[in-house]
Structure formats: structure tokens, C-alpha cells
């Protein structure tokens, strides 16, 4: 699909005739970061520790819940059991503890340089995460240093994880924004579903193991292959969201 389809496909499902493009909705592990990895890693180890079955795979489709939700949904499908708010955030913290004691992670290629083009083309960042993990968290003000501008929702800002879109219906209200202003940058699905369905133009970028089938199943705009396609495309992109209807 070319950026132009892609917008014209938009219009048409949202009943919008034009597009002004003034922020980017960035998620984080996955996206800023190559994260993943350890992330699934850990959470095998808590769940088996837990007695709960599981595989690396299956974080990877979760990922953009946040971890109380997560916990919450694998203690009661593979235990039966009820995670209150406390427990769940006691066991995030061992979860997070696993994380950490894996060692840093790399920054996602392309990315650095694709966020320096957006705010080079007057585009506002936000992060918009559904981690608490403050080391990750940390890191962006220092390896994304001058994109944020301190502007983000995490999990301790929504009540509600991705896939619903409060996450980024939040966002937009911090940033005074339309649907129609923002595009959201994800690499999974219940990200892109998110970002969907809060209206805003949806990017994946299949920077993991996630076929680009699935983004556009969950609501992709378009899909790149990495952040340097991406790059690539962006004055196309730019371009097409100019075109009104």
C-alpha cells in the first residue's frame, strides 16, 4: 500500500476530509527500544516461578498492556486465581527486578534519527508506554534527549492499558490534539489497535517478531519493515497527509 492509499483509506473510514499533522504518539519498548527480549524473558521467569504456563511468544502479542493487567490475566487464566491491585504490582516489581537483571538493552536503529526528522518537520513528540519500568524509563530522557520534551503517559497515568485507547486518547488531550493531527508509531498489535481506535493514522513498524499481516489485521495505517524504511517514506507520508478531500 502506498502512503497516498493509505491516507484516502483513512479518510474514508473516519469521516475525516483532512489532516494536519502536528504530533506523533511514540510507544516505547519496541519502538525506542530493543527491549523485547528481556522483557518476554522476564515475564516467562515470573510466571513459571508462579507456577503459570507460558512462552516467550505470546508477551510479545501482550505487549502495550500494562504489567498490572497482564499479570492479572495470566494469574486468572493459568491459576484461577485473583490478583488484586497490590499483589499485581508486587509481582511487577519482581517482574521488573528480572527485567533489570538481564542488563541494558540497545536503542531500535533508525529511530533516533526518524524522531530528529519529525521534530525537524515542527512535529510534537509524546511517549505514550504502558511500562512502569523507570529504568527504561529513564533512558528516554537521556537517549532520546531534546525529542519528548518531558511529554508522556505510562502506565501510572491510565486506569486502562492498550489495546483500549485511553492511553492515547490521554495524550491527545495533553497535547490539545485531534485525531486527525496525530499519528501513532507502534510495533504491536494491541498498540496499533489502540492508536486505531482512538482515530488517530496508525504506524507499525515490524521492528520484532510480529508479521506486518498482523499490524494491519489490528489497524495499521501503513507498516514498514524498520525505522530506516520508515525514515525513508516519511517527506512521502508528509506529503499525502497535506492532501484533503
Not at 525537524?120 to 504502558?130: F, N, R
Not at 519528548?148 to 492498550?162: E, L, N, P, S, Y
Not at 485525531?179 to 489497535?193: F, R, S, T
Request: glycine share 8%; aromatic share 8%; hydrophobic share 40%.
Amino acid at each position: 500500500m502506498t502512503e497516498q492509499n493509505a491516507i484516502a483509506n483513512y479518510y474514508k473510514y473516519t469521516g475525516k476530509k483532512s489532516f494536519n499533522f502536528t504530533t506523533a504518539l511514540v510507544d516505547m519498548d519496541g519502538v525506542l527500544f530493543d527491549s523485547m527480549k528481556n522483557h518476554t524473558r522476564a515475564w516467562v521467569k515470573l510466571m513459571k516461578k508462579n507456577g503459570i504456563k507460558c512462552t516467550r511468544d505470546e508477551f510479545y502479542m501482550y505487549e502495550g498492556m500494562t504489567g498490572r493487567d497482564i499479570i492479572k490475566m495470566k494469574f486468572k487464566d493459568g491459576a484461577g486465581k485473583n490478583i488484586t491491585d497490590d499483589e499485581a504490582q508486587a509481582l511487577y516489581k519482581v517482574k521488573t527486578r528480572y527485567f533489570t537483571e538481564l542488563g541494558d538493552v540497545e536503542m531500535i536503529d533508525g529511530t533516533l534519527e526518524l524522531l530528529k526528522a519529525l521534530k525537524a518537520a515542527g512535529i510534537k513528540c509524546v511517549l505514550v508506554t504502558g511500562s512502569g519500568t523507570h529504568t527504561m524509563l529513564e533512558r528516554v530522557d537521556t537517549d532520546y534527549e531534546g525529542i519528548f520534551d518531558k511529554q508522556r503517559i505510562t502506565a501510572t497515568d491510565v486506569k486502562r492499558g492498550k489495546p483500549n485507547p485511553e492511553p492515547y486518547l490521554k495524550a491527545m488531550a495533553k497535547m490539545n490534539a485531534q485525531p486527525n493531527e496525530c499519528i501513532v508509531i507502534e510495533n504491536a498489535p494491541l498498540g496499533v489497535q489502540a492508536g486505531h481506535t482512538a482515530g488517530c493514522f496508525t504506524v507499525g513498524v515490524t521492528t520484532g517478531p510480529i508479521a506486518e499481516k498482523d499490524m494491519y489485521k489490528a489497524g495499521a495505517d501503513m507498516v514498514y519493515k524498520d525505522m530506516a524504511s520508515f525514515q525513508a517514506a516519511l517527506p512521502q507520508l508528509i506529503e499525502a497527509l497535506k492532501t484533503t478531500l
